[in-house]
């Protein structure tokens, strides 16, 4: 083949590649090598396409072959260790995207890629420095913006976060799903507001998109308006009749039955339940559970809340043994003499953070206190484990922590401690006390204890199997692994149990105990006692909590806008 010829096949393969007709692009490449073994285009394209189409083994070796035949190129240094960040090999991939940042100092790409594998290892310092080369080079790039504020989360960072957020809403103001993407983060980031106008915004882009209506219904009835949710959700299903997310959602904020509109199009989408994607199989499942549970048909019920767990459970990579060992770890590491000795004297009576099993009452605890003036409810944040990351070794995950901890000198709690200080003034500077109601922070009692000698703890319990029966219930939007099987969630169950028995012993009286029956079933009294343990005047407003006009962000939303029942 003379080069004219296989230069115009390389055009082709090329052509064929980006529309993604791999079959015609593999046999254009091969071609063009058949003719003309050491053209390094060829060579490395062939490689990215075999990576594309999961022959990851045979695509490495092309891309390695390449980078002799083309010394300079940076991409083809940059899409190698792409390949293999995406892989899990990223101390190989690291010296190969700093080799091409070298090559061409302003290669955007290869400073997003090298920032995220950075994050992707705990290196959070490390790879906000490389977020920001990006944006030195690219301002406009959404992905820079949006990593750059995802980052600044991880390091407790708020006001940055959230202008970084905003920035990068103005860099996808035209696109819908980015949009989305935007909204959800910044609603995890507790920025309700902010969120709603992505959503307002992805919704006006694209009128037809029922996912964008859906996820807007959600955010209007995180600020309390239901019947508004309910019509969102509604609109969504009329846009996608068989959009199972949306039926999951209408059944959370509406009883569901026979004399209702959206009824015929659940029961036709339930009997091609087996058919249907495992992401929407698995909505639909736990929404039917919920809606025959509504109408006593409890075998029903039951049998799809198991098949919605073994859908999610399958899906789950949990490590049941380890997440013991954490606990344990936490409870040895944590023990009354180490509390003791690092103990700091922080003048700051704002933290309360109230702990337990999720769906044991800790979102109406929260609720309740978020109605007093004086107190502001920040939700589930991640803010205090973040405040300890930049006294921290970098890890790729949280199991390491307890022996972290346990190597930290004061001086790096008193770091910490400020960083979550300055947290707090970012939220709201003027409350007198402030809520951090996250589950998980049942394994931060002692850190907490030894950081803020004033900070409130309430540990919130309710019986354990109806705690543990309505987590099965439950899709949680995001963590909980132990929740979608019986075994895994009752033992789960007694290493919380265990935990916060030994934080007793270590801490006798740090914790107000609320048992949520006996909240329910003398509700003035115990508001009193939690009003009380704030050592704030009493407000009634704290009875009438199902008014507040605060956003709540978690599975019992429409439970905690209702009056207390039994």
């Known amino acids: 083949m003379p080069p004219e010829a296989w230069h115009q096949r390389l055009q082709s393969a090329s052509a064929a590649h980006q529309r993604g007709e791999w079959e015609a692009a593999e046999r254009d490449y091969r071609a063009v090598l058949a003719a003309a073994p050491e053209q390094p285009d060829a060579v490395h394209f062939l490689g990215l396409l075999l990576h594309q189409q999961g022959r990851s083994g045979e695509a490495l070796g092309l891309l390695t072959r390449a980078l002799p035949l083309s010394p300079r190129n940076h991409l ?181 039955g026979p004399d209702d509109a959206a009824w015929p199009g659940l029961m036709q989408l339930a009997e091609r339940a087996d058919s249907l994607p495992p992401e929407e199989a698995l909505a639909l ?84 206190l978020g109605s ?70 049942m394994l931060f009692v002692g850190l907490v204890s030894l950081l803020y000698p004033q900070a409130r703890i309430i540990h919130c319990s309710r019986d354990a199997m109806d705690t543990c029966f309505s987590c099965y219930s439950k899709l949680f939007t995001t963590g909980h692994p132990f929740a979608y099987e019986q075994g895994e969630l009752g033992r789960f169950y007694r290493m919380y149990d265990g935990l916060m028995r030994h934080w007793s012993q270590v801490l006798p009286g740090r914790m107000l105990e609320l048992r949520y029956e006996e909240l329910v079933a003398d509700f003035e009294p115990q508001v009193r006692r939690l009003i009380d343990h704030l050592e704030l005047p009493w407000d009634e407003a704290c009875l009438n909590f199902h008014e507040s006009p605060r956003a709540v962000r978690t599975a019992s939303l429409a439970q905690v806008r209702r009056p207390i029942y039994k």
């Not at 080079?137 to 750059?148: D, K, L, Q, T």
């Not at 199991?399 to 939220?427: C, H, T, V």
């Open 372 to 441: 007093h003036p004086q107190v502001h409810g920040a939700g589930e944040t991640h803010a205090l484990r973040n405040c300890l990351r930049e006294e921290l070794p970098p890890d790729p995950g949280d199991y390491a922590l307890p022996e972290a901890l346990a190597r930290l000198e004061k001086a790096g709690f008193q770091r910490a401690a400020a960083r979550y200080s300055a947290y707090l003034d970012s939220l709201v500077p003027a409350a007198a006390r402030i809520t951090n109601k996250l589950p998980g922070n």
């Open 285 to 368: 499942h736990f929404t039917l559970g919920k809606v025959w549970d509504g109408q006593g048909e409890y075998p029903k019920a039951f049998a799809h809340l198991e098949a919605g767990n073994r859908l999610k459970r399958s899906a789950l990579n949990y490590d049941e043994a380890r997440q013991a060992r954490f606990f344990a770890d936490f409870a040895r590491v944590f023990d009354a003499a180490f509390i003791a000795g690092r103990a700091l004297d922080t003048a700051d009576p704002r933290p309360v953070f109230i702990v337990g099993m999720p769906r044991s009452g800790t979102t109406l605890v929260e609720q309740i």
């Open 76 to 256: 083809f240094r940059g899409n190698l260790a792409s390949v293999l960040q995406q892989l899990g090999r990223d101390r190989e991939a690291e010296p190969l995207f700093l080799e091409a940042l070298a090559l061409k100092p302003d290669y955007v790409g290869g400073y997003l890629n090298l920032g995220m594998l950075y994050a992707g290892r705990g290196d959070y310092l490390r790879a906000l420095a490389q977020f920001d080369q990006a944006l030195r080079f690219e301002p406009g790039s959404f992905a820079a913006w949006f990593s750059r504020a995802e980052t600044l989360q991880q390091l407790a960072r708020r006001a940055g976060s959230v202008e970084a957020y905003r920035r990068a809403a103005q860099a996808a103001s035209q696109d819908p799903d980015l949009q989305l993407v935007l909204g959800a983060a910044l609603r995890e980031a507790g920025e309700v507001d902010e969120a709603l106008r992505c959503h307002r915004r992805a919704v006006a882009l694209a009128p037809q998109y029922a996912p964008a209506e859906s996820a807007l219904g959600n955010l209007i009835g995180m600020q309390g308006d239901l019947r508004a949710a309910e019509s969102h959700y509604r609109h969504a299903l009329q846009l996608k009749p068989d959009y199972a997310g949306a039926y999951y959602n209408l059944a959370d904020v509406k009883k569901l």
